[in-house]
């Protein structure tokens, strides 16, 4: 079981940089065991995968070589560090878990394998 809480969203401008942060309360299993994940979903549209946290950092193509994700296992924290922010952007950001293990990391690309999520936080980038 865990609980996860997001912070920092904002307001930005295009090109500006965000990093947001998820901590993770974890009972009966580590933190470390869990894989991550980060969503977005704009207004009128469905959820999409933005990064896992499996094979050094996954992405999608719309995000890679701006975005990066990392954690900390000791500060239970994964991050996502957003830079060259633009428009198209802008969503509710969701971080999530799972102690799902598969092969092939396009399972995790699929936010039906996540089993919590954090609240969301918004994320604005105005043009």
């Known amino acids: 079981q865990v609980q996860l809480v997001e912070s920092g969203g904002g307001l930005v401008q295009a090109g500006d940089s965000l990093r947001l942060s998820c901590t993770a309360t974890?009972?009966?299993?580590?933190?470390?065991?869990?894989?991550m994940g980060w969503f977005r979903q704009a207004p009128g549209k469905e959820r999409e995968f933005v990064s896992t946290?499996?094979?050094?950092?996954q992405y999608a193509d719309s995000v890679k070589g701006r975005f990066t994700l990392s954690r900390d296992n000791a500060k239970n924290t994964v991050y996502l560090q957003m830079n060259s922010l633009k428009p198209e952007d802008t969503a509710v950001y969701y971080c999530?878990?799972?102690?799902?293990?598969?092969?092939?990391?396009?399972?995790?690309?699929?936010?039906?394998?996540?089993?919590?999520w954090g609240q969301g936080t918004q994320v604005t980038v105005s043009s």
């Open positions: 974890a009972s009966g299993r580590s933190f470390s065991s869990y894989v």
């Open positions: 946290s499996v094979w050094s950092g």
């Open positions: 999530a878990a799972t102690t799902k293990q598969y092969y092939s990391s396009g399972k995790y690309y699929s936010s039906t394998t996540y089993d919590y």
